[in-house]
């Protein structure tokens, strides 16, 4: 069992969901911060337990967090384990991180200068499938109100601006 350790964060409360993770110094662009682990599962299994806890979120907000992240055609892995400290890390319409894999490995890596006292985050990313399930809360400038891939925000624009034409 690997523990995921980094000397550059720490883990305390986020303005965006519950934890999350924070620079504990300077962190230049294109490091390799933390390695996000756990288990490997098959996308059979992984389908069954994204569905938990989506099913708890809707009675509470601190239910929700869906730690599943695909490694490949096959397999996922499953970070909600406690010796994998990436999976604090929160989703943001504007990142300073993305995923990357390495050989392997998934790894979150800096995609521009971050400096000591910022929260770490990254899109996570899903699909246009069910996007209403998965409320954003990062209050950037640019959030779509949802965790979303980016390709898929004109999609939730354009249904936003449907809404607020006032009708004829």
């Given at each position: 069992m690997i523990k995921t350790k980094s000397s550059y964060i720490v883990v305390k409360q986020s303005s965006i969901h519950n934890k999350g993770v924070f620079a504990k110094k300077d962190i230049p662009e294109a490091t390799r911060i933390i390695e996000y682990v756990g288990e490997r599962i098959t996308k059979k299994e992984s389908e069954i337990r994204s569905e938990i806890p989506l099913k708890k979120?809707?009675?509470s907000i601190k239910h929700g967090a869906v730690y599943i992240f695909e490694l490949n055609k096959r397999y996922d892995i499953d970070g909600n384990v406690p010796y994998n400290t990436a999976r604090f890390i929160n989703h943001t319409c504007e990142p300073n991180c993305e995923t990357?894999?390495?050989s392997g490995h998934i790894w979150i890596v800096?995609?521009?200068d971050i400096t000591k006292g910022e929260e770490l985050s990254y899109n996570y990313g899903y699909s246009f499938d069910d996007y209403e399930r998965?409320?954003?809360y990062c209050?950037?400038?640019?959030c779509v109100g949802y965790i979303l891939n980016e390709i898929h925000w004109?999609?939730?624009?354009h249904k936003k601006r449907k809404i607020k034409k006032p009708a004829k």
């Open positions: 979120s809707k009675k990357l894999l390495i800096s995609i521009r998965h409320k954003c209050n950037k400038t640019s004109h999609k939730v624009q």
